[in-house]
């Protein structure tokens, strides 16, 4: 399975923002899309936010208007701009990959092991 590492949460205050950020290593040829789900304390692991490909972009309701998605695919990897944070976004985020097409030499799609995001009321 292909490594996926993510960066960028941190604490902040309701109404601040934090970018999150992923890369999957893995050669430039690989295809993935890439999505971000998030765990908080307690719940089960949900949807936030996907990119495939072609730049087509889908949002978890409870996000949408304030989060923004972006890829480098010639890099594989993908950001989360989060804006006018609320508490409700406290929790754990993971990016997941998922290949697109089998080509030789291109891992399998995997989790990433999560970034915490705080956010304080």
Do not use: H
Not at 75 to 101: G, I, P, R
């Amino acid at each position: 399975q292909v490594q996926v590492v993510e960066s960028g949460g941190g604490s902040v205050q309701a109404g601040g923002s934090l970018r999150l950020s992923c890369a999957a290593s893995a050669p430039r040829y690989c295809r993935y899309v890439m999505s971000w789900y998030r765990q908080a304390p307690g719940k089960e692991r949900e949807f936030v936010s996907r990119i495939d490909r072609d730049g087509t972009t889908s949002y978890a309701d409870s996000v949408k208007g304030r989060f923004t998605i972006s890829q480098d695919n010639a890099k594989n990897t993908v950001a989360l701009q989060m804006n006018s944070l609320k508490a409700e976004d406290t929790a754990m985020y993971y990016c997941k990959t998922d290949l697109l097409a089998v080509i030789a030499g291109c891992a399998a799609g995997n989790w990433g092991q999560g970034t915490q995001v705080t956010v304080s009321s």
